[in-house]
């Protein structure tokens, strides 16, 4: 009997965090093959000598129920030489015919270019030189699907995305981070002895209006966003997409509260795809957080 009750009781533990208003409950529907796909969802998780990493990125409920693929994807390596964790974050944009393609090609072609600018000795902080190669590979990748030699619309039409990347630099007085955006994805420090959410990079607010128009890869913004800092014991740093930052806001609502509650300490990478694929009405994007601790906080 107590063994059915514990069953009973780990079964409940893993019901589907709500928040509000939940959205309809339904049975997913299998994504259709359009130019690769991908699994609903994916976690991660690990730890160097320094800092602690989870990551989860999950297929959203519009895309759940109209058989889309998840058009979101992460990725995070560390650099052996210089302990530095690389890690992007995309969004595929919606538009786009196959963004659940373009999204892993730019993350991979990201992580891999500031690899290879730490393999050289350089800071891996070249972050246009970055930008354009995820541009290439994206090019060259609309190439392949076309077979012939795409244009700049027709390269947007099929892969465009968005991207967030960067590294995290262990020092003597903290972690250095360094990263870019191209794109309406975001990025936080989450303050835990508040707790409250900092976010690194402009809201997607123009003036009252929340702004509907991205500058997504394979286009480039004149002035490349960029965000350098530190982060110490006490903070955690966050890397997103919209499917994660529309509900959160400005993290003082639920969505914050539940994030800064579980995230004090680094969750299992299971439990943090389970947090994240939370139900709360109209929010149906797909959702991919990336967590990052100092060491010294997770022993």
Same mark, same amino acid.
């Given at each position: 009997?107590?063994?059915v009750r514990r069953q @009973?009781?780990?079964?409940?533990?893993?019901?589907?965090?709500?928040?509000?208003?939940?959205?309809?409950?339904?049975?997913?529907?299998?994504?259709?093959?359009?130019?690769?796909?991908?699994p609903d969802f994916e976690c991660d998780g690990w730890s160097t000598a320094e800092v602690t990493l989870r990551s989860?990125?999950?297929r959203g409920?519009?895309?759940?129920?109209?058989?889309?693929? %998840?058009?979101?994807a992460t990725c995070a390596v560390v650099h052996e030489g210089t *302990?530095?964790?690389?890690?992007?974050?995309?969004?595929?944009?919606?538009?786009?015919?196959?963004?659940?393609?373009?999204?892993?090609?730019?993350?991979?072609? @990201?992580?891999?270019?500031?690899?290879?600018?730490?393999?050289?000795?350089?800071? *891996?902080?070249?972050?246009?030189?970055?930008? %354009?190669? @995820?541009?290439?590979?994206?090019?060259?990748?609309?190439?392949?699907m076309l077979q012939q030699e795409p244009d700049l619309a027709q390269v947007e039409e099929l892969v465009a995305t968005t991207l967030v990347a960067g590294t995290a630099r262990p020092r003597a007085e903290g972690i250095e981070i360094s990263l870019?955006?191209?794109?309406?994805? *975001?990025?936080?420090?989450?303050?835990?002895?508040?707790?409250?959410?900092?976010?690194?990079f402009g809201a997607k607010i123009e003036g009252d209006v929340v702004a509907t128009s991205v500058t997504a890869l394979p286009r480039v913004p004149r002035k490349l966003e960029q965000w350098f800092g530190k982060l110490v014991p006490g903070q955690v740093l966050l890397v997103g997409?919209?499917?994660f930052g529309d509900p959160l806001g400005d993290g003082d609502g639920q969505v914050g509260a539940l994030f800064a509650e579980h995230l004090a300490a680094p969750p299992s990478p299971l439990w943090l795809a389970h947090l994240l694929d939370f139900s709360r009405e109209t929010f149906d994007d797909d959702r991919t957080l990336?967590?990052?601790?100092?060491?010294?906080e997770t022993r």
């Open positions: 009997m107590q063994h @009973a009781d780990r079964t409940q533990a893993w019901q589907r965090v709500v928040i509000d208003i939940p959205g309809l409950e339904f049975e997913p529907t299998p994504p259709r093959l359009v130019g690769g796909t991908c989860a990125s999950l409920e519009r895309h759940r129920y109209y058989r889309q693929p %998840r058009q979101d *302990g530095t964790v690389v890690f992007a974050v995309a969004d595929g944009l919606s538009s786009a015919t196959a963004s659940a393609v373009g999204a892993p090609e730019a993350c991979w072609a @990201a992580v891999w270019a500031i690899h290879a600018q730490l393999d050289e000795g350089r800071p *891996g902080h070249d972050f246009p030189a970055v930008v %354009r190669y @995820a541009v290439e590979t994206l090019h060259r990748q609309a190439a392949a870019f955006r191209v794109g309406d994805s *975001g990025a936080w420090v989450l303050d835990l002895t508040r707790p409250r959410f900092h976010p690194l997409t919209d499917g990336l967590a990052l601790w100092p060491r010294s």
